[in-house]
């Protein structure tokens, strides 16, 4: 029993990506610059929806919905206009304009790629 243990403890890897970067400061936000639908479409052509409610300071409700489907999150936003959502992070880059960046990683082999979409805020 104690040899399948150790396998099983020799072969578990906690995520490396951290839900903050290290070094990350908080204040608090202007609500009506994050809240609302914001919509656009991926490197693949396919709608990616991020939905931001309850800003309250330097925290938000969001809904992101892609081709890799839906997650829920309470994020935090940083100084530099940014939060992380799952493997996504979203960036604030101007009034009603914004990016998200998906890390994707190949079950099979472990690369990871990159993909961007930009992002416009419904009105």
């Known amino acids: 029993m104690s040899d ?7 072969s578990y890897t906690s995520s490396s990506a951290s839900l903050l970067s290290p070094g990350s400061k908080f204040a608090k936000v202007d609500p009506t610059q994050w809240q609302g639908s914001w919509t656009g479409t991926d490197s693949s052509h396919q709608p990616v929806t991020v ?3 309850k800003v309250n300071g330097f925290r938000a409700n969001v809904v992101l919905q892609s081709s ?3 997650q829920y999150q309470q994020a ?5 206009n940014t939060f992380r959502i799952g493997d996504s992070q979203f960036a604030l880059t101007a009034a009603g304009k914004a990016t998200i960046t998906t890390i994707n990683t190949d079950a099979t082999t472990g690369i990871q790629t990159s993909s ?3 992002l416009t805020l419904k009105t």
């Open 4 to 10: 399948i243990m150790s396998i099983l403890q020799s």
């Open 76 to 80: 935090l936003i940083t100084t530099k």
């Open 51 to 53: 939905s931001i409610t």
């Open 68 to 70: 890799a489907g839906l």
């Open 116 to 118: 961007q979409a930009s």
